[in-house]
């Protein structure tokens, strides 16, 4: 049954074959030591965060992190330590008692949790201090760029490979702090061999002209793959294949059961986009009572004035 409220893996993940053929590829070749960027670019809700969370399912001798720009707001470089956390749990997590994420937003120390994991007391001595400074040091530039650097020094000692996936990458242009923060990132990551980083967003433009203009501190860096909405035959075929048990929607009402909206009517916002209208048969095939809750439901699909369904991400 298909999802629209967040991201699906596994039997609800639909289509997105050559994405993801592009995604493994991105992975072997972090496997064989290249330095690799890939920036997806794409409207809300058409399937960024879903297909990174299928990738990390099919794929299990590298690590994942997701992180979101908006998790920490406004915008700070609290993010870098954040990420910092989470890459340490992945890595250590089944040595550990509790998270180190969870524990410093906590106020908490973390070097009894960490002193109990042979894998970390393994560590060189300059690593091991800089894992325990994670929730405790006071976050500069300086910081930041330890912050920044920890992935690839824990990778590098454990001889493991790591992507970092970033959404709503474009929300660290509006951060400033000190020194500008998108040279710093930069000159961090281009040293990286073992960490792969995928960034994500929905504002088109500005993600655009940070990492592809001449000026910005990024260019030349990322690979680009766009995501749009599914192809209409896709579209169909999720309706009709993963509508849900006892709700099964036929081939007809799929083909022309909504007026959708027009791509440029929305310029990579969903939250723009107008309401769809939906015919009375479609919503009865849906199992819907009103037009109101059937156009939530199928807006997120099909456009079908404009061949441009979508899929939650």
């Not at 040595?95 to 937003?105: C, K």
């Amino acid at each position: 049954m298909f999802q629209t409220s967040h991201p699906v893996v596994g039997p609800g993940f639909h289509d997105r074959t050559d994405e993801m053929q592009r995604l493994m590829g991105f992975v072997a070749e972090l496997r064989a030591g290249a330095n690799r960027w890939l920036a997806i670019i794409g409207p809300r809700k058409v399937g960024k965060t879903s297909m990174i969370l299928e990738l990390s399912r099919r794929i299990t001798d590298v690590d994942f992190i997701l992180v979101d720009t908006q998790e920490v707001s406004p915008p700070s470089l609290e993010l870098f330590r954040t990420c910092a956390l989470r890459v340490v749990d992945q890595v250590l997590g089944r040595e550990l008692d509790n998270s180190l994420e969870v524990l410093a937003a906590a106020g908490e120390q973390l070097e009894a949790v960490l002193d109990a994991s042979a894998t970390f007391t393994a560590l060189p001595a300059p690593l091991k201090s800089t894992i325990r400074a994670l929730a405790r040091a006071e976050m500069t530039d300086d910081f930041a760029r330890l912050c920044l650097d920890l992935p690839e020094r824990l990778a590098e000692a454990l001889q493991r490979h790591i992507v970092i996936a970033i959404d709503e990458f474009q929300e660290l242009a509006g951060l400033t702090r000190g020194a500008d923060v998108l040279p710093i990132i930069r000159s961090t990551w281009q040293r990286h061999r073992r960490i792969g980083y995928v960034v994500s967003g929905s504002g088109r433009t500005l993600l655009e002209n940070m990492i592809a203009r001449q000026h910005s501190p990024f260019f030349q860096h990322f690979s680009l793959m766009y995501v749009e909405p599914f192809a209409r035959a896709e579209a169909i075929a999720l309706l009709t294949t993963d509508g849900g048990p006892g709700r099964p929607i036929v081939v007809e009402h799929a083909q022309s059961g909504a007026l959708g909206y027009r791509r440029n009517e929305y310029a990579g916002d969903a939250r723009a986009a107008p309401r769809c209208f939906v015919r009375s048969s479609y919503a009865s095939a849906l199992g819907l009572h009103d037009h109101e809750s059937a156009a939530r439901r199928v807006s997120l699909v099909v456009g079908a004035s404009a061949g441009s369904p979508t899929h939650r991400c």
